[in-house]
């Protein structure tokens, strides 16, 4: 049974990881889309395997259900994106990556050096959150503080989504530098000379 | 079916309750009683909200309780860092007023939105808790993404606010993954019950019993997050471009708000959960500033644009900055805390000079137009000045004192080296805040720029330039203050 298990969990986790790394292979955006959910499947997966069904339905509904929607629409709404070519960044990615080790390697070393790597594993404890009924209880009692920063922190992310796409182009109009603004008035009064 | 109240204590979390409330309350006064030309008026709003949020502090003064299952916490350390807060939000608040409607770019949500941020500064040096100070750097993030694009016509706003966004994104990452692993080795997330679990751990610890490897592993994640968050070398490559970007007041605000809440969050994190494990994590920080104050000061060095040169500056500041985090001692606290508010009121004075001297539409951030600004305006120049040197960490100024507590502190700790690297790079600082004084009174100018001095802007500069002089001679007004915070927080 736990050897069931651990061959259950590493064929989800190869899922889980192989879609994400898909996800920033692929050169078309819609299919990077496509592979996210797939990611999103295997996380809810992992969920059952915890025996969190809550979690595991909530994870297919909003992740797969919605945000993947979302994510879809907004890549389709947008201009010239989903054609497959795009510019390429990443001609000398071998050397970005090099960097990238080596100042990971800079936190992570002087932690790691002469530390004891077998790591037992703890008892679990034994009142599960996992299902609906104690979630909704942590969050009410244990959690309450979170929930409610978490929603004052949608609020704010809907307000600045707002204030930065909702552009009221009147209100918000370029402004000319002087220096403009005289070239433009030198032209307008040329214009009217010429008619 | 009986329903228990839980147990809790709102008196703890009021200072959050007023500036949120008052953020709330704004956002919908501005929606629908303020006409559209006329948005100073939700400023000053915000300003009575900040005000009324400073008053909330006062009958909490010498408390020492938490509450929300020992999630916040309110004591004297909170307190004196929500003061300095409510200073920058105000100054920031007060520059923007005709700041927004020269460029163009005055919304009403500037002001509902800078409440939000300062809510977010309030509650990381409130909680004690992992998920709480997540949640705390994620609002504090979400609303700097979008002040920094809040100059919408300029293209290098929007720029700024898209690598801000995407490398903030990879932090608040680093962040989760660090909690995750604190969690697997320690099963809960709570600072305090860290301490414990470390403590226990190291009474028994023998031969067998391995050490908190998951736990280091996810500090240094934890800590990565911070680093870019704070602009720490190696994680500080947005800064100079997110700092020029941005409109000039977020820029002011971003330099030392974010900076300073960040740390206080880090503070918490190593003073209360991981003492015990100084030997990992100390050498790391020290590292981390030293690399900081290097960069950051040789950095500003080659800049020719005023703002970008701020913004290394603001880089190596951070790195004296942590000088006070790593003394891990009561006077490195007390030290943080001096130079904390001696930065800010010297950084938002320099940026509201900035802000002048920003003609609409059109930029002045280069060295050329500080050319001659003595023989123009004189007071103007030498307010510039008194900032830029304070800003070097000349006395008599509270910059010097700063630096000069921060050293005093990290050499109690046995640092010399990190003393060392921090005198020298002043050496090399002094450098490019004296270039542009020199601009200012011995050249001639090179192109005329027409300074806009409002009263409302004259005043601050005023007042911040006042402060600092005066912190500069009596630092006793604000050092009773922080050394009563050390003691609150144990130090």
């Known amino acids: 049974m736990e050897l069931l298990i651990q061959i259950i969990f590493v064929l989800i986790s190869t899922l889980i990881l192989g879609a994400a790394v898909m996800v920033v292979r692929t050169r078309n955006v819609i299919h990077s889309a496509l592979w996210l959910i797939a990611s999103f499947f295997g996380i809810g997966a992992l969920y059952l395997l915890l025996e969190a069904e809550f979690l595991a339905i909530a994870q297919v509904l909003i992740y797969v259900g919605a945000i993947s929607v979302l994510i879809l629409f907004a890549i389709m709404l947008t201009h010239n994106v989903t054609s497959g070519e795009g510019h390429k960044f990443y001609q000398r990615w071998w050397l970005a990556l090099l960097v990238s080790l080596m100042l990971f390697a800079v936190i992570l070393v002087p932690t790691l050096v002469g530390q004891d790597w077998t790591i037992t594993a703890r008892p679990s404890e034994e009142s599960a959150i996992a299902g609906a009924v104690e979630m909704g209880t942590a969050f009410m009692r244990e959690y309450l503080l979170p929930f409610e920063i978490a929603a004052v922190l949608l609020l704010v992310a809907l307000t600045g989504a707002i204030v930065i796409a909702y552009e009221e182009r009147a209100q918000r109009r370029r402004i000319l530098t002087l220096a ?14 010429e008619e | 079916m009986n329903i228990a109240f839980p147990d809790i204590n709102m008196l ?56 929300f299952s020992g999630m916040v916490v309110v004591d ?10 409510i200073i920058i939000a105000a100054i920031t608040i007060i520059i923007s007023l005709d700041y927004l409607p020269r460029q163009g770019i005055e919304q009403g949500e500037f002001y509902p939105l800078i409440l939000f941020a300062t809510g977010s500064f309030v509650l990381l040096a409130q909680s004690t808790n992992l998920i709480l100070i997540f949640l705390g750097i994620e609002l504090l993030s979400i609303t700097l993404y979008v002040l920094t694009g809040f100059a919408y016509p300029r293209l290098s706003s929007e720029e700024a606010a898209m690598k801000y966004l995407l490398l903030g994104a990879f932090a608040a990452g680093f962040f989760v993954y660090g909690i995750a692993l604190i969690y697997g080795e320690t099963m809960t997330v709570d600072l305090n ?26 500090g240094a994640l934890v800590l990565i997050a911070f680093s870019f968050k704070i602009a720490l070398v190696p994680f500080h490559m947005w ?8 409109p000039t007041p977020v820029t002011a605000f971003m330099s030392v708000g974010t900076k300073g809440a960040a740390l206080a969050a880090l503070i918490r994190i190593v003073t209360i959960a991981l003492p015990t494990v100084q030997d990992a994590w100390v050498p790391v920080l020290a590292v981390l500033a030293a690399a900081t104050m290097i960069v950051g000061n040789v950095g500003a060095v080659a800049q020719t644009n005023v703002k970008r040169m701020l913004a290394y500056s603001s880089v190596g500041h951070a790195g004296y ?6 003394a891990m001692s009561a006077h490195g606290i007390e030290a943080f805390l001096f130079y904390l508010l001696a930065y800010s009121l010297t950084n938002l004075g320099a940026f509201a000079v900035i802000i002048v001297l920003e003609q609409r539409g059109e930029s002045a951030w280069s060295l050329d137009d500080f050319s001659g600004l003595g023989q123009r305006q004189p007071m103007l120049a030498v307010a510039m000045a008194l900032f830029m040197l304070s800003l070097a960490g000349v006395p008599p100024t509270a910059g010097y004192l700063g630096k000069f507590f921060v050293f005093a502190a990290a050499w109690e700790s046995g640092l010399g080296w990190l003393v060392l690297i921090g005198v020298i790079t002043s050496a090399i600082a002094i450098f490019f805040y004296l270039r542009i004084i020199v601009r200012m009174f011995m050249h001639e100018p090179v ?6 001095l409002h009263r409302s802007i004259t005043w601050t500069i005023a007042v911040a330039a006042g402060a600092v002089l005066l912190f500069g001679f009596m630092p006793n ?15």
Do not use: C
């Not at chain 1, 403009?180 to 000379?193: G, S, T």
């Not at chain 2, 100079?240 to 941005?246: F, T």
């Not at chain 2, 007004?477 to 130090?491: H, W």
């Open chain 1, 180 to 193: 403009q603004e005289l070239a433009l008035r030198k032209q307008q009064q040329q214009n009217h000379a």
């Open chain 2, 321 to 326: 900055i942590v000088l006070g985090v790593v």
């Open chain 2, 447 to 452: 192109r005329d720029v027409q300074p806009a």
């Open chain 2, 477 to 491: 007004l604000f050092i009773d203050l922080a050394q009563r915070s050390v003691i609150a927080l144990g130090g």
């Open chain 2, 193 to 218: 019950q860290i301490r414990l679990y470390l403590t226990e751990l190291e009474s028994s610890s023998t031969a067998a019993v391995p050490g908190p490897t998951l736990l280091l592993i996810g």
């Open chain 2, 239 to 246: 800064t100079p471009d997110v700092y020029e970007g941005a």
């Open chain 2, 12 to 67: 703890v979390i009021l200072p959050l309750i007023v500036i949120f409330g008052s953020a709330l309350a704004l956002l919908l006064i501005d929606l629908f009683f303020i006409p559209a030309g006329n948005k100073k008026i939700t400023g000053y709003l915000a300003l009575a909200g900040l005000l009324f949020t400073g008053l909330a502090g006062v009958p909490l003064w010498g408390m020492e309780e938490s509450s």
């Open chain 2, 76 to 85: 004297t350390f909170a307190l004196t860092l929500n003061v300095i807060f």
